[in-house]
């Protein structure tokens, strides 16, 4: 039985970080007047319905995308600074969430933001179809770059679970072409 | 536009039966594969199950690594390498409980590379963590467990369940983690690259990144970990090389 020492206190700390990466996407759709239509949790974490995502601008989806790791990448120093001139340790606990979490989103993998942002750069210069195709690629790359390093940090430290958790990315790239867009 | 629906419904219907095809001619395949390897090669299949369930067993401190992020985005240097070792344990660590990574020594072979009985001089002052007998010196040894011969990378210092474990000199705590083979344990890290490791605790006291001095208490001796009995193992480093910790009590 795998053993994490995750006790509560890392655990709230991600969900914070979690609910607050998502506010931030919420919270640019509401900007820009986009009705949410529901919230569900996915596989990779919460998933936002909001079709109407899609009449936005690329400038616009583009932000909404990159809100939700703005707003850990950008809480992440200050909280820390914070943090270690008061003595907080579950601040610093927060901010290294916070870190850990916008960072992954960034990952070009889906159906991380990573990944949509990169689709928006290229469909905007390029078309949907030529972003749709650098996505699948970028993704499929990135996930097998993520497994093989999953693979080695496997043998070389016994830490399995990162293996399994590249897998999580990579497998779901397989049959990328059927995932409807998502916010 | 019936028409055009019964296609579409058909071709749909198609793809799923032959998605459930595929699945179940890779799961007959998976299944027999097994059943070979079982019946031809038990040893081998043996063995990876074995691995395996080291693999799943390994801890990995969430809170630890998570911390050490938080510092390293505040600006304190050396605190990812801290999370990377709460996240993966230390690599010394796994050296020290005796892995296979060491080759077994040739009668009067030299130390391994990056151990060193030389005794280089500190440049602050240190004490002994606690008042205790050694019980397992500073090189080659019998491994307990194993058997075999392998590399003690630190000392062991017997004393009584609960006994404090005191820092070794002026530093900063770096990772604060609990590992299948150390049991509870932190490393501190002391001016000019030193890091002292104290593993085995029943109790730590300290907290990743405070500030300790000279004789603060870290924590509490235990057998936690692959431990026979309540001791401290204690180790010192010196940037990539390990000392021979005797030579500084």
Not at chain 2, 51 to 70: I, P
Not at chain 2, 139 to 157: I, K, Q
Not at chain 2, 185 to 201: E, F, K, N, S, W
Request: hydrophobic share 50%.
């Amino acid at each position: 039985m795998a053993l994490t020492v995750c006790p509560v206190s890392a655990a709230l700390a991600v969900l914070l970080a979690a609910a607050l990466h998502e506010g931030g996407h919420l919270a640019a759709l509401a900007a820009f007047r986009v009705p949410v239509e529901g919230v569900r949790l996915g596989w990779s974490g919460a998933v936002i319905r909001a079709r109407g995502a899609c009449r936005l601008s690329y400038g616009r989806e583009l932000a909404v995308t990159l809100a939700g790791p703005a707003v850990n990448l950008l809480s992440a120093p200050p909280l820390a600074a914070l943090s270690v001139r008061l003595g907080w340790d579950w601040g610093l606990l927060l901010a290294g969430a916070h870190t850990v979490l916008g960072v992954y989103n960034l990952l070009p993998i889906p159906p991380l933001d990573g990944s949509r942002t990169l689709y928006l750069l290229v469909a905007c210069r390029f078309g949907p179809a030529a972003g749709e195709r650098v996505r699948a690629a970028a993704g499929l790359t990135a996930a097998l770059a993520l497994t093989a390093l999953g693979a080695y940090l496997t043998l070389r430290h016994s830490a399995a679970l990162f293996l399994l958790g590249a897998l999580g990315l990579l497998l779901p790239q397989l049959g990328l072409d059927k995932r409807r867009r998502t916010v | 536009m019936k028409r055009g629906k019964r296609t579409a419904a058909r071709r749909t219907e198609t793809r799923a039966v032959s998605w459930g095809r595929v699945r179940a001619v890779v799961s007959g395949a998976v299944f027999v594969v097994l059943v070979a390897l079982k019946l031809l090669l038990p040893g081998q299949l043996t063995g990876v199950r074995g691995a395996l369930g080291t693999w799943l067993a390994r801890d990995a401190d969430f809170v630890a690594a998570f911390s050490a992020v938080g510092r390293a985005v505040s600006g304190e240097a050396r605190a990812l390498e801290d999370a990377y070792v709460a996240v993966f344990g230390a690599e010394e660590a796994r050296e020290v409980a005796g892995e296979a990574a060491v080759e077994l020594p040739e009668e009067g072979a030299d130390y391994p590379e990056h151990a060193t009985a030389e005794r280089r001089p500190l440049s602050f002052d240190h004490a002994a963590p606690l008042d205790g007998v050694v019980t397992s010196s500073f090189g080659w040894r019998t491994h307990p467990d194993t058997g075999a011969e392998a590399f003690h990378y630190g000392v062991d210092l017997a004393a009584d369940e609960g006994a404090d474990v005191r820092a070794f000199a002026d530093g900063t705590v770096g990772v604060v983690a609990e590992s299948v083979e150390l049991g509870k344990y932190l490393t501190v890290h002391h001016a000019d690259g030193v890091l002292t490791l104290y593993a085995h605790c029943s109790r730590i006291t300290a907290a990743s990144g405070d500030a300790v001095r000279l004789g603060d208490k870290l924590a509490e001796v235990g057998h936690t970990g692959n431990a026979t009995g309540p001791h401290l193992h204690f180790e010192l480093r010196d940037g990539e090389d390990w000392l021979d910790p005797k030579h500084y009590f």
